[in-house]
C-alpha cells in the first residue's frame, strides 16, 4: 500500500533553534517529492521538490534531504524563525499515471515559541 | 503568492442547503484540483481536471459535483448538504513541466472552510 509517513506528528522548538522534520514514504514507482509548508488557515506552498537523482536541495533556511534507497526524506529548518510555526507536509508522486499521482502525508505541526 | 483564488473563505450554513463553492486562477494553467481536509489529516483528492470540459472523480468519494466550462474557474457544488460534509475544501492548479515525469507544482488556493449545521 502507497503510504507516506511524517514524524513527529508535532513539535515544539524556541526561536533560533533548528529542527529535522522526517518523511518515510512507500510509494512506488517514484517520481519526486515535495515539501510543502501550510499555515494555518491556508493553502500549501511547495518549498522544495527532489527527484531520483537528487539528494538534497535547499530554499533559504530549509533544506530537504531525499534517500531514496532508503525510502526516507527529511526537511531541516535552520534559525527558526516565529513565522516558521506552520505544518509541513511531505508529498510523494508515483510515475504510474498520466496524472502523477500524488500521496500526502498528514503533516507535522510545528510551533516555534520566542 | 499563487493567483489562484477561493470564495467564500468561510461559511456556515444548515443541512440540505445547496451550496457553490468558487475557485479562479489567472495563470492560464490547465489542471485543476479540487481537495477534502480535515484537521491533523491529509488532503484527499475529490475532483480534477485536464482542460475545459474535461472533469473527474479522485481518490475520495464525494457527493459534489464540479464543472469547467473556462479554463479560468472550478467551482465545486453540494446539492444537499449534510454535517458530514464539514470540512476545509483546497483547489489547486498546475501546469506541466516536463510531460511524463510528473514534475508540476501545484498551487493552491487560501480554501473553504465549511460547517454544516
Given at each position: 500500500k502507497n503510504q507516506v509517513e511524517q514524524s513527529p506528528q508535532s513539535l515544539i522548538i524556541l526561536e533560533g533553534k533548528n529542527c529535522t522534520l522526517q518523511c518515510n514514504y512507500t510509494v512506488s514507482p517514484f517520481s519526486n517529492l515535495r515539501w510543502y509548508k501550510q499555515d494555518t488557515g491556508r493553502g500549501p506552498v511547495s518549498l522544495t521538490i527532489m527527484t531520483f537523482s537528487e539528494n538534497t536541495k535547499s530554499n533559504g533556511r530549509y533544506t530537504a534531504t531525499l534517500d531514496a534507497d532508503t525510502k526516507q526524506s527529511s526537511l531541516h529548518i535552520t534559525?527558526?524563525?516565529?513565522?516558521?510555526?506552520a505544518s509541513y507536509i511531505c508529498v510523494v508522486n508515483d510515475r504510474g499515471s498520466t496524472l502523477g499521482r500524488l500521496y500526502f502525508g498528514r503533516g507535522t505541526q510545528l510551533t516555534v515559541w520566542p | 503568492e499563487a493567483d489562484i483564488y477561493q470564495t467564500p473563505r468561510y461559511l456556515v450554513i444548515g443541512t440540505g442547503k445547496k451550496i457553490t463553492l468558487e475557485c479562479s486562477q489567472?495563470?492560464?494553467?490547465?489542471k485543476m484540483y479540487w481537495y477534502q481536509q480535515d484537521p491533523g489529516m491529509e488532503l484527499h483528492l475529490i475532483h480534477y481536471s485536464y482542460g475545459v470540459n474535461s472533469t473527474e472523480k479522485g481518490d475520495l468519494s464525494s457527493e459534489s459535483t464540479v464543472s469547467r466550462i473556462r479554463t479560468e474557474h472550478f467551482p465545486l457544488t453540494l446539492e444537499s448538504a449534510r454535517p458530514s460534509h464539514t470540512s476545509q475544501y483546497l483547489c489547486a492548479s498546475s501546469e506541466v513541466v516536463e510531460e511524463g515525469g510528473g514534475k508540476e507544482t501545484q498551487y493552491f488556493g487560501p480554501g473553504t472552510r465549511l460547517l454544516v449545521l
Open positions: 534559525a527558526s524563525q516565529l513565522s516558521d510555526s | 489567472t495563470m492560464g494553467h490547465d
